[in-house]
DNA sequence: AGCACGCCGACT
DNA sequence: GTCGGCGTGCTC
């Protein structure tokens, strides 16, 4: 056997747990390979593009079928050593193949094999003409004039970007304004924004101080911080004063959001106070411009990158802070295929690239409360509002034996008619979109089921159809009972839609708006009514989760949540947890500037202990004794568990790949196995689901018993009958 | 995940 | 006699 031999060892984006052995190219001397450059290799039928993860001098696999490299894409990896070992740290943890871990790693254009080479980005600039032209002059222009307007504004030439980020459709505008020599185009060299400049900051209250001056003395290591305060008590504010002090040192930070929805408005809040080169990454970009930013951030191009989850691997030049907004949001998860959770990966990265990892919230997850008490995170506390704002006032309004109109009581129709005449706006929240939840008969008492799933359909009358949530099937509204023809088809329950109609009958004049994924399916929807809301054009919001998150409402003072029990008594034990987060979420969309706010939670349990404790004596309170239950129960985070789901279109397959998987697996006495049985929603889409729970009391022991199971399932002869997944730390036991 | 190979039913 | 169903196995 030849000792000179050299033998690539490379992960490709197939789910398959096991590396792949190639030839090295004849035109490069394989040691100038160096591991995370990516590679054209054939595979299979055609080509795949593959990451480098090592390279040996021997092979298990008979030297007559190694292939070789077909190409070498990048000259140096794209990942810095400390990224790649997260990256190979996080396939194992999560026990997910190193390809596809790689693959979530990148951007998409980079995924396919794309160069990894940076347009040079157009910059605009106004000619001499162009700066002293009266907008006014171009009134029959009005895309021009709005373009001209925005230009004479700014300092610097304008990247192209971030006209996309302001206006819509300006490229013909700029067309124009091109030939009338009043705008002309710049290359990128001729705009070093590499000078900082520093918009007015607000003079941080003294718990603010306090927070900033803690992260900014950490600046230079790894530690984590859980900035824990309520709505407008300035998480904002301290984030933008360290991430200040992190431009200082010339270095870079990474801000992760948990939705696209609330990345303009923190982008625009930055860019006011920060004259740095700002980028932002989400789904709604198109692959090249993700490609564009991801490699921006790895050149150094730019100072500070929002995303989403999918943004937590963007590659650092000068690493100096990563922070993580709304810590406790489950969107950090994700949810499919490589179940990472953002918060917890980047703590890691943190580690790796030591800097310090800033995760704010006002409802923090238990796991990072229990990470406080455990030492392991730093807990900076900002309890007051800041200006002078009240918090809200929260009362839980008992309707047991109440008449209610469409599922409003009368007490709260009269406070709402109060407000009102103050010209004050109120906030109705109901997380269930739709007229009416189910479809019954009145004669014999047939429900509206759909066909594909294990739950019934929700009726829409604006559109006239069933329509099932979970995937998404759709039906004629029937006018009459499909089996016994004469009964007479009643809606029950409660939906957005049904209380926006109920709304328009009790308090007729007064304006309306509703918002739900069905009324803001259109692009611009939401940011309209938003608009509107805070013009004060709207006298009643009335919508669902998307109301929760980060918008908000200055002249709302009346926020009611219509009904709270739902979430009490969920199979699920992180739904107490979620419950009281909501709660405390849309709470907070009350009560800003000086008007003090007012949160009515209509219930039905009104001394369940869940909700007395978090309305007498608040979130924290609530989370302590939620942490003392989880603790008697041994649930996480006092034990670990990892989940695996099985779902098939044939009924029995997923049993039987259970009971397959049962005869291989050695008992453990660590591990428990808890199942299998079927999910709470047992068929869903046609596929009918099961779910096995292994539980244990120490994490090493958990991932050393899924270190033999993850080839048992690959080798059991059913995989190719069902579907299957493993989700380690499951935050969604559906 | 793709994709080919391979062995049993209704058709030019 | 063939076209094609999806069960099974492999991809260096």
């Known amino acids: 056997m030849r000792s000179h031999l050299y033998i690539l060892k490379v992960a490709i984006p197939v789910p398959v747990y096991r590396l792949f052995d190639y030839l090295p190219p004849l035109d490069l001397d394989p040691k100038t390979l160096k591991p995370g450059i990516r590679l054209t290799v054939p595979f299979g039928k055609g080509q795949k593009t593959a990451f480098l993860i090592g390279i040996d001098s021997n092979s298990e696999v008979l030297s007559a079928k190694l292939k070789r490299i077909e190409a070498v894409l990048d000259e140096r990896p794209l990942l810095s050593d400390r990224d790649l070992s997260l990256l190979h740290w996080a396939a194992r943890y999560y026990h997910h193949p190193l390809g596809e871990v790689f693959s979530a790693a990148f951007p998409v254009a980079l995924r396919q094999g794309k160069p990894a080479t940076i347009k040079a980005e157009k910059f605009y600039v106004l000619t001499e003409k162009g700066r002293l032209l009266n907008p006014e002059q171009l009134r029959r222009a009005p895309k021009q004039q709005q373009l001209l307007y925005q230009l004479q504004t700014e300092r610097d030439a304008v990247p192209a970007s971030r006209l996309n980020a302001i206006l819509e459709n300006w490229r013909p505008a700029a067309k124009a304004l091109q030939d009338k020599q009043l705008l002309r185009l710049e290359g990128a060299a001729a705009n070093a924004t590499t000078h900082l400049t520093f918009n007015s900051q607000l003079h941080p209250n003294p718990l603010q101080q306090e927070a900033i001056e803690q992260v900014v003395c950490a600046l230079s290591r790894f530690e984590v911080f859980l900035l824990e305060g309520v709505t407008g008590s300035g998480k904002t504010e301290v984030y933008m004063q360290v991430i200040r002090s992190v431009l200082e040192r010339g270095l870079q930070v990474l801000v992760l959001l948990p939705e696209i929805t609330l990345t303009p408005q923190l982008e625009q809040r930055f860019r006011q106070r920060f004259a740095v080169p700002i980028t932002v990454s989400h789904s709604k970009l198109t692959d090249i411009q993700r490609q564009q930013a991801w490699l921006g951030m790895q050149r150094g191009d730019y100072a500070i990158m929002l995303g989403t989850r999918s943004a937590l691997f963007t590659p650092l030049a000068r690493p100096g802070l990563i922070i993580l907004d709304e810590e406790h949001d489950a969107s950090f998860k994700q949810q499919e295929g490589f179940r990472f959770s953002a918060r ?90 739709g007229f009416a939840p189910t479809l019954i008969c009145h004669g014999c008492g047939w429900v509206a089921r759909c066909r594909r799933c294990e739950a019934n359909m929700v009726v829409h009358y604006d559109e006239s159809l069933l329509r099932c949530h979970h995937c998404g099937s759709e039906q004629r509204l029937l006018p009459q009972c499909p089996e016994c023809e004469t009964g007479q088809l009643t809606p029950l329950g409660l939906g957005t839609e049904r209380v926006e109609k109920a709304l328009a009958q009790l308090f007729p004049g007064r304006s309306v708006i509703r918002l739900d994924r069905d009324t803001t399916q259109r692009k611009g929807v939401l940011e309209d009514a938003l608009d509107r809301i805070n013009r004060g054009e709207v006298d009643i919001v009335l919508g669902t989760q998307m109301l929760a998150k980060g918008h908000h409402f200055p002249n709302v003072t009346l926020v009611v949540m219509l009904e709270v029990d739902s979430g009490l008594f969920s199979i699920d034990f992180h739904a107490s947890e979620k419950l009281a987060q909501m709660i405390v979420q849309v709470s907070g969309r009350a009560g800003r500037a000086e008007k003090p706010g007012r949160v009515i939670l209509q219930t039905r349990k009104p001394d369940h202990p869940l909700l007395t404790t978090l309305i007498k004596e608040g979130y924290g309170r609530f989370a302590r004794s939620a942490l003392a239950e989880r603790r008697l129960a041994e649930l996480p985070p006092y034990s670990f568990q990892a989940l695996l789901r099985v779902e098939a279109t044939d009924s029995a397959a997923p049993l039987q790949f259970f009971e397959q998987l049962m005869q291989a697996v050695e008992p453990n006495r660590t591990v428990r196995m808890l199942g299998p049985v079927p999910a709470p929603m047992s068929r869903r889409a046609g596929r009918y689901r099961y779910q096995l729970l292994l539980q244990s009391a120490t994490r090493p022991e958990l991932h050393r018993f899924l270190d033999k199971l993850m080839p048992l399932i690959a080798g059991l002869k059913l995989t190719r009958k069902v579907r299957w997944s493993l989700d380690v730390d499951p935050v969604d036991l559906y």
């Open 344 to 433: 917890d990966v980047a703590v890691v990265r943190g580690k790796l690239l030591n800097v310090p990892v800033l995760l704010g919230t006002a409802t923090p997850s238990l796991e990072s409360v229990y990470n406080v008490e455990q030492g392991r995170y730093r807990l900076l506390h900002l309890t007051e509002r800041a200006g002078n704002a009240a918090p809200p006032k929260m009362l839980l309004l008992d309707i047991r034996n109440k008449r209610m109109q469409e599922g409003l009581s009368e007490s709260l129709i009269a406070e709402m008619h109060k407000t009102l005449a103050k010209n004050e706006q109120v906030l109705l929240f109901l997380n269930r979109r």
